[in-house]
């Protein structure tokens, strides 16, 4: 039996084909979390960003897709309410310059952000992709980067908050300091940090390629000095990867041997989980 068999099975970190590097319908993973018995399954696919250079990324969706995307989880939701709860968000980088665009958006149409960062300020004018970083002052500047984001206040939590480790050939002293920085912030914040089970199901090919890869046990030694909460994602892209089951409860052994708490759901976006939780009111 699992070490944490009660646990509920939740999910904010699920990607859709309008990434470009995602395969199946919004309903194909509806029903993949369904059929494995979770609770929550929350869409944060890489968002789109009001480019003003007219740039194309080829790894997220258009902003012209923004309202299709949206309409179509707000309408699968409604359809699995009395079976899966489906808050739906996007995953996205810490940009400077659109950070206000993303505070609004998200207050009108969202029910939360998460703060995937992939590149260096921007991606339109070739900012790098920080999962290859090669040596310190790329590392430095995910993690000044990527707390000036944390401090925003617009993310929910920080996805796969060790993508610096990736393609990085050893957990140097830098890397540690990055990672203090990035637990430090968590905890003044109170933003959880995320447990990549995509990263995790990748690690060995990850190492086999010369890089440390994430998640980065050196990383999770340090969280495990500061008072933060971790928060497991699968960060599918594919629906095949609802299920992995193992993966989920290795990630939980992982983190209970380094005595690091995982929470059972984000605050806010539990659904009937934290319905059942909250206290009666109007009981009498
Ligand atoms: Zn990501
Ligand atoms: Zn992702």
Redesign the pocket.
């Known amino acids: 039996m699992p070490a944490d068999a009660l646990r509920p099975l939740v999910n904010y970190h699920s990607h859709t084909w309008r990434c470009q590097h995602a395969a199946g319908t919004e309903e194909d993973y509806v029903r993949a979390a369904v059929d494995a018995g979770y609770a929550v399954l929350g869409f944060a696919d890489h968002t789109p960003w009001p480019y003003r250079s007219g740039f194309v990324s080829r790894m997220r969706m258009r902003l012209d897709q923004l309202d299709d995307y949206l309409g179509t989880i707000r309408a699968l939701a409604d359809k699995y309410r009395d079976r899966l709860f489906v808050p739906v968000g996007l ?1 996205c980088e810490a940009f400077p310059e659109y950070t206000e665009w993303l505070r609004d958006l998200k207050a009108e149409k969202l029910d939360y952000v998460l703060l ?1 960062n ?1 590149y260096d300020t921007n991606d339109e004018t070739g900012g790098m992709y920080f999962g290859t970083c090669l040596c310190a002052a790329q590392v430095r500047a995910y993690g000044r980067l990527t707390v000036a984001g944390m401090q925003t206040g617009v993310y929910d939590y920080v ?2 908050p060790d993508l610096y480790c990736h393609a990085y050939p050893a957990f140097d002293a830098d890397c540690a300091a990055v990672a203090r920085d990035l637990c430090a912030a968590a905890e003044a914040l109170d933003i959880p940090l995320e447990y990549n089970l995509l990263g995790l199901h990748l690690l060995d090919r990850f190492r086999a390629q010369g890089g440390v890869g994430y998640p980065a046990r050196q990383f999770w030694e340090i969280a495990s000095g500061y008072r933060i909460k971790a928060i497991l994602g699968l ?1 599918a892209h594919q629906t095949h990867q609802i299920a992995r089951r193992g993966l989920y409860d290795q990630a939980l052994s992982e983190l209970a041997e380094l005595g690091i708490e995982v929470l059972p759901f984000l605050p806010g976006l539990g659904g009937a989980l934290e319905a059942r939780r909250a206290p009666a009111s109007n009981s009498d």
């Open positions: 995953e995937g992939h996805a796969h960060d």
